[in-house]
Every structure is written in C-alpha cells, then in structure tokens.
C-alpha cells in the first residue's frame, strides 16, 4: 500500500485548493483522506515494535485505540464534526451513508469478495465485517456479530464474528498469512488473547471455517484514492439477504436496537 502526495493533493482539488485551505480544513481533509488512525499506522515504514513498547504508546494518545471512529477525531489538531440527521426509519443504506462513510475497507473487501466469486452469504459478510468499529474496535467482531445477527443469515454472522479471531492465524492453504498490520497495531511479540485462541481451536474442526476465513482473505487494506467505492453492486444481495426492520434499525426493539441507536446518536451525553 502507497500514498503518494501528489495522489492526496489530485483528491483535494489540486495544489491551488490546498493552498486556500485554512490549517483545519486541511487537517479535516487528511483525516476524510486517511480517515482512520489504523490507515496512518499502515503507512508506517518503522521497524515494528514489540509488545511492550506498544503499550508505552497508551499514556501518549487522549484517547484508548479500541475506541470506536465515530467518538473521536483522530488526526492532530482535528475535531469531531457535526453528522447528518438520520431519517426516522434508518435503513443499512442510511448507516453506510452517514455513520460508516467513507467505508472503503468494507466496500472494497465486498468488492473484492464478489470478483473472486464468493457465495453471497459471504458478500454481505465481508461487507459488514468491520463496521462495528464506528461504535469500537475492541473485539469489534464479536460486537459486529450481535449487532447483525437478527438481520442476516447464521452464516453470514458467525463469518463475521469469527473474521477477528482467524485473522491471527495464518492457513497456508487459503494463501492467508499473518498480517504485518497486526504485528504493527499489537507488536511483533503479541500472544492472541485466550478466547481468541479457543475460538481458533474450535473452528479448525467446525464445518463452517471456511465462513470466517473467506472473510479474511478478501479483508482488504489498501487505498486506492481513484478507487470508486460504492454500496451499489452490493443492492441485491443485501436486498436478498439482509432482514430491514420496518420500523427502521434501532426502532424495532430487537435485542440489539440500542447499538444502532448509539451509532445513529452517538453525540447523546448518557
Ligand atoms: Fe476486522
Ligand atoms: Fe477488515
């Protein structure tokens, strides 16, 4: 993956356009550009730390990295902006479009999925997967999971939940290895949690592997600034296989209507 400046300044309008942006809109330009500190962390070229020196990192930042991107403005400098209102009936298209924007990760691995022929069950997986990390990114699989599992087919949910724990093991035979990114974010010397090892151990001999590990193969990071990204090609399979609530999603009192609401609303004080 590569960003190359002049690649940064083509999106923002030219050298003219920058040149009239005040220091804000910039810093508000390069976050909408890297939009998340996982992206900037990608960028790196450092040798990787080891465990404890991500940990003396914590005391440096104003904020915990499993926080969720919605409550935190991440670049130096920048501010949390005012969001759009969300319709009285919110659609997954509505949170797309106005809590997970810019969503490229998800759209681009869906993207991927469907050009390497997946099943559509793991489409909509792979389209899904790491949005929970608008509300957090801790275990943001197993919260991706809760938040989609009465809207979704099982498979497609259990693809998602376990995405997180596989994606610290490598399977030769699906060409997945591990991620640099992971021995960036957790350090070279990182041990996966417990649970996430039991999850390991009981899906090596689950009929349904293949789920979660189609969702880490086609888990795709990269930025391509002239990538067009859109929720379009994915309209019929989310219209065949995602459950849309009436009442709209976090007005249908299901287990999990109160996630969607803090997405929808998550500048409310308590
Ligand atoms: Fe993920
Ligand atoms: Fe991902």
């Known amino acids: 993956m590569e960003i190359k400046r002049e690649n940064l300044i083509a ?31 990608l960028l790196s070229k450092d040798p990787f730390p080891t465990v404890a020196e991500v940990e003396q990192k914590i005391p440096t930042r104003h904020y915990r990295m499993g926080v969720g991107n919605l409550f935190v403005a991440q670049a130096p400098g920048a501010k949390v902006k005012i969001l759009p209102p969300m319709p009285d009936k919110p659609t997954l298209y509505d949170f797309f479009e106005k809590r997970f924007a810019p969503a490229n990760h998800v759209l681009q691995s869906a993207a991927l999925a469907m050009k390497n022929g997946m099943p559509e069950e793991i489409i909509l997986a792979c389209l899904l997967h790491d949005t929970a990390q608008a509300l957090l990114k801790a275990d943001h699989g197993y919260w991706a999971a809760q938040m989609y599992t009465p809207y979704v087919p099982e498979k497609t949910a259990f693809a998602i939940k376990y995405h997180q724990a596989l994606r610290f093991f490598a399977d030769p035979a699906y060409g997945y290895e591990y991620p640099d990114l992971y021995r960036r974010l957790f350090g070279e010397d990182y041990v996966p949690l417990p649970h996430i090892r039991a999850d390991y151990e009981m899906l090596k001999n689950h009929p349904w592997y293949e789920a979660p590990r189609l969702v880490t193969v086609n888990d795709y990071y990269s930025f391509d600034p002239k990538a067009k990204v859109s929720i379009d090609p994915f309209r019929e399979i989310i219209g065949r296989h995602f459950k849309q609530p009436k009442e709209g999603l976090g007005n249908d009192n299901s287990p999990v209507a109160h996630m969607w609401r803090t997405i929808a609303r998550p500048d409310m004080a308590l």
Request: charged share 40%.
């Open 11 to 41: 999106t923002l309008g030219g050298e003219e356009s920058v040149a009239r942006m005040d220091s804000e809109a910039k810093a508000d330009a390069l976050e909408d550009f890297l939009s998340t500190e996982l992206d900037k962390i």
